[in-house]
């Protein structure tokens, strides 16, 4: 599934190479907030904590299809920790795990975007792409990763500096279905004999970053 996905994005970017008016380098610093995550199928099925806030940074290569439209190819990460209380199925007790996260956001996202002025330029979109989880249990000397659906939707503003920089300010939300399970995380002897159920994970960010525009004239400007 990864390897087609990687080869659907080479050959998409090829294309927009081509078509593109300009392309724009995106470079981004934000606050990903706290999410809560849960799941009760049973009394000894179940999990139960938080993914901790903290950095979410990446970078992005946009490619300016029209004067106000763009689209984005882009990457985000995130190490943080979610402390979580869950059923040991082989223990047959509640445990509680600060486990390891480094959470990759991998996406293609659109970009709609008019001029307000001379210098401000807002904007916003869908993303959709994938999530890959990667995940530990310092607990169970347990480590695993896994690759889900990931969409999501942003606002921002582009302020242009000059023709060539700007400064970005955005709010996004970020979603991957059934990114947290009891199998991955918990290390209690696989998929089979862990916990099972699954729950959404929904990232509420704000920050911001740089942006690079690279041929003809800034989005901001003309």
């Known amino acids: 599934m990864k390897k087609i996905f990687f080869a659907f994005l080479i050959f998409l970017c090829s294309g927009l190479c081509l078509q593109a008016q300009n392309i724009r380098l995106n470079l981004y610093g934000n606050y990903v907030f706290d999410d809560h995550v849960d799941s009760y199928y049973s009394t000894t099925n179940y999990f139960n904590g938080t993914i901790q806030g903290g950095l979410l940074w990446g970078a992005g290569l946009e490619f300016r299809l029209q ?58 979109g869908l993303m959709l792409g994938m999530c890959i989880v990667d995940a530990e249990n310092p607990d169970k000397n347990s480590s695993a990763s896994t690759t889900k ?12 500096v000059n023709e060539a920089i700007g400064i970005k300010l955005q709010a996004q939300l970020l979603s991957a279905t059934q990114a947290a399970g009891g199998g991955l995380y918990f290390g209690t002897g696989g998929a089979g004999a862990g916990v099972t159920t699954y729950s959404t994970m929904y990232q509420f960010v704000l920050g911001g970053g740089l942006t690079f525009k690279f041929g003809g004239h800034s989005g901001g400007n003309k």
């Open 67 to 124: 004067q106000h439209y763009g689209i984005e190819l882009m990457y985000m990460r995130q190490d943080t920790h979610a402390p979580t209380e869950y059923w040991d199925q082989q223990e047959d007790e509640v445990r509680h795990s600060n486990l390891k996260l480094g959470i990759n956001w991998i996406m293609l996202g659109g970009a709609r975007s008019f001029r307000a002025n001379e210098h401000v330029e807002p904007y916003g």
């Open 149 to 160: 659906f990931g969409w999501g939707f942003r606002l921002g503003t582009n302020i242009w």
